[in-house]
């Protein structure tokens, strides 16, 4: 049974898809099969994948408004070399519409429900904000992963984070829970980083990822060239904590089985 995971931060810029697009990549070269949702409307994760938000001929809107099924949605080409729910500025557009429908936070749990099992692992790249669309993936999703950097502000974002995925569980989700927590950005040299990282470590235990994404070019340069950073260098360090994080996931999976 395919395990699915949002992907879900409400302050921007800490790398969220970065990590969608990253995490999937490496679970897929492990030979899984593995899905990526993008619903943020930027539709970065998109274009990181190798397709372009503006060609394709059906998106997440299909999926969430038209109820398209979902193999007539996806995308199977991708750098990657995982699935691909594409996005562009009309899923700004669903985000509207779902607002006149009825049960509008299980519209993407109902679109999935027939093809969970055809994938090992379904990541969803969420919008940074608390929307009806990152809703609709919580709903949908078994666990949350929180991508975060490791300052004071993130702190604060967290906590407001950890209140909605629990107010969503009681409500909408029983078995929401979160997956881990992901230190991203991280620079060693910076003192902030270090205490916060603590705090973490301090609050949350084992939820922390022993894996932290470093700050690296690569990272960053990656997604100008429409691919993943294993594919763009393998040998970067950003690369190799990507491929480290799909390891650490493999290998708690393993432990729950």
């Given at each position: ?54 060609e394709v ?84 999703a078994d ?67 022993r894996t ?46």
């Amino acid at each position: 049974m395919g395990k699915i995971i949002a992907i879900a931060n409400q302050k921007g810029g800490v790398g969220k898809t970065t990590t969608c697009v990253n995490i999937a990549a490496s679970i897929a070269a492990t030979k899984r099969n593995v899905l990526v949702i993008d619903l943020d409307p930027q539709g970065n994760a998109t274009m990181g994948s190798g397709v372009d938000k503006y060609e394709v001929a059906h998106s997440a809107y299909d999926l969430l408004i038209d109820e398209l099924p979902l193999d007539q949605v996806v995308q199977v080409e991708t750098t990657g070399g995982y699935h691909l729910i594409a996005a562009n500025s009309d899923v700004t557009a669903a985000e509207v519409k779902l607002m006149e429908y009825f049960a509008r936070e299980t519209r993407l749990r109902s679109a999935l429900a027939d093809y969970k099992d055809n994938y090992d692992y379904i990541f969803i790249d969420c919008p940074p904000s608390l929307n009806m669309l990152t809703v609709n993936a919580m709903t949908a999703a078994d666990s949350v992963l929180i991508p975060m950097q490791c300052e004071y502000y993130a702190l604060e974002g967290l906590t407001a984070l950890l209140d909605t995925i629990s107010k969503l569980a009681s409500v909408v989700n029983s078995g929401l829970k979160i997956e881990g927590i992901l230190r991203t950005m991280y620079d060693p040299r910076n003192r902030l980083c270090s205490d916060v990282s603590d705090q973490l470590k301090k609050h949350f235990g084992e939820k922390v990822y022993r894996t932290i994404i470093p700050r690296n070019i690569r990272l960053a340069e990656a997604p100008s060239f429409s691919t993943p950073v294993m594919y763009y260098d393998k040998n970067s360090t950003g690369a190799k904590a990507y491929l480290a994080l799909a390891a650490e996931i493999l290998r708690q999976e393993e432990k729950l089985e």
